[in-house]
């Protein structure tokens, strides 16, 4: 079998070789004329078999971070450079694989992937053990922040050295709180010693959210434009605190009951005390209203529609009876076809919006993409990629609108 067969093995239909048996796959073999027993068959999917996928991944990656690309018109008060969001997706396997992939129970690999909405580049990716914290991914992708990235990150990367990082490179963070987080003011009755030095155990004192939001009306948003996070860190930034309506408190709870069920340990009290209540730190400057805010990080949403269509139509999270060398090749084509079908969606999403004034649904035309990876890789550099890219855009115009009519309250859609 030819590098050529083997990866269009891979890349014809996703999740191919998790979901089919090795039965299955030497039948598809034998539709090209190649018979092969399902010993060869597995044999093929070894250690060199996932390097050479991993370096295809790692050379396209850095090929793409070089190349520019159309950005999607977000109407903010600031032109962002990009809009990176970072967030992490964990995959469970069977417990035969807990020493390679060992997870909080059982076995499981971790995902961390960080891409640019305004362009679908896929900026930083980390393959992890199922137990490993998000915190290290949070510090290790930094290196590549520039002056003016937007960063929309949750709570798994909520480090006081993260802010820090970002605001030394010049770069703006919007990320949600911890419930426990302690907050500081500055001080109405700050002491000073006889040489007029201020006193530094007088000059914050703690801001109880608690007490705050028995003061709002639902859908009240209050903003505090100096604040210092942590007891022992008093990092400065802006708090933009935001009261749900009833409908929205309700959700929260059903996903909070979630959260306890799927994953360990005890949710604090605090968690609960403030499930009506969004709340979010921030370095953006001052002329960035409080509500623009809370819409930006409205996009951080982006990133769990990626992780769903990745896991739900191309089959990352598929796993069979398999050996694990089998299983990493299935990963790193899920992940090729990932970063394929990412990129080339929210160029589309931009030429749709430019040239016809559509606006393209992100997981549609990410089904649509990934499912023709291999055609348009087959098709490219010939008068046939015409052809294959005119197909997808003309299924595209017809079933790939999002059900909305106009784009969102800063010029895009969430």
């Known amino acids: 079998m030819d590098v050529k067969t083997f990866l269009a093995l891979l890349f014809d239909q996703p999740g191919s070789i998790a979901k089919c048996s090795l039965t299955h796959l030497c039948a598809k073999l034998s539709k090209q004329n190649l018979s092969m027993s399902k010993q060869a068959l597995d044999k093929r999917f070894n250690e060199n078999a996932v390097n050479f996928l991993e370096q295809i991944f790692l050379r396209l990656f850095e090929n793409l971070s070089t190349q520019k690309f159309s950005k999607l018109p977000i109407a903010s008060t600031i032109k962002f450079r990009s809009m990176r969001i970072l967030d992490g997706s964990s995959i469970k396997l069977p417990d035969a694989l807990q020493l390679a992939f060992p997870g909080t129970t059982g076995a499981g690999v971790k995902c961390q992937l960080e891409f640019d909405y305004l362009t679908g580049k896929l900026l930083y990716a980390e393959l992890q053990p199922g137990k490993a914290g998000d915190a290290s991914s949070g510090i290790n992708r930094l290196e590549s922040v520039q002056k003016n990235d937007l960063l929309l990150q949750d709570l798994g990367y909520f480090k006081c050295d993260i802010f820090r990082k970002i605001v030394e490179k010049q770069a703006y963070y919007v990320s ?119 819409d930006l990080y409205r996009y951080r949403w982006q990133i769990e529609l990626i992780f769903k269509s990745w896991k739900s139509d191309m089959d990352a999270a598929h796993y069979r009876n398999m050996k694990l060398e089998r299983w990493m090749c299935h990963l790193y084509a899920e992940l090729i076809s990932l970063l394929i079908s990412v990129l080339l969606t929210y160029q589309l999403r931009y030429y749709f919006w430019e040239e016809k004034q559509i606006i393209l649904s992100e997981m549609i035309a990410i089904r649509e993409v990934s499912e023709r990876i291999w055609v348009l890789w087959q098709a490219r550099a010939s008068p046939k990629w015409k052809t294959a890219i005119g197909s997808l855009i003309e299924i595209l115009a017809s079933n790939g609108r999002k059900n909305v009519k106009e784009p969102g309250p800063i010029g895009w859609l969430t």
């Open 176 to 294: 949600r709180t911890r419930a426990d987080t302690m907050f500081y003011i500055d001080s109405p009755d700050p002491r000073y010693d006889k040489n007029g030095k201020l006193y530094k155990k007088y000059a914050h004192v703690r801001l109880f959210l608690e007490d705050e939001v028995k003061t709002m009306k639902r859908g009240e948003i209050r903003e505090f434009s100096r604040v210092y996070i942590g007891k022992h860190e008093r990092m400065p930034s802006r708090l933009i605190v935001y009261r749900m309506t009833a409908d929205e408190q309700k959700r929260q709870e059903q996903r909070i009951r979630r959260r306890g069920q799927t994953k360990p340990g005890k949710i604090k009290q605090k968690a609960k005390d403030l499930a009506d209540v969004s709340i979010h730190v921030t370095n953006l400057p001052p002329k960035i209203p409080a509500s623009e805010i809370s």
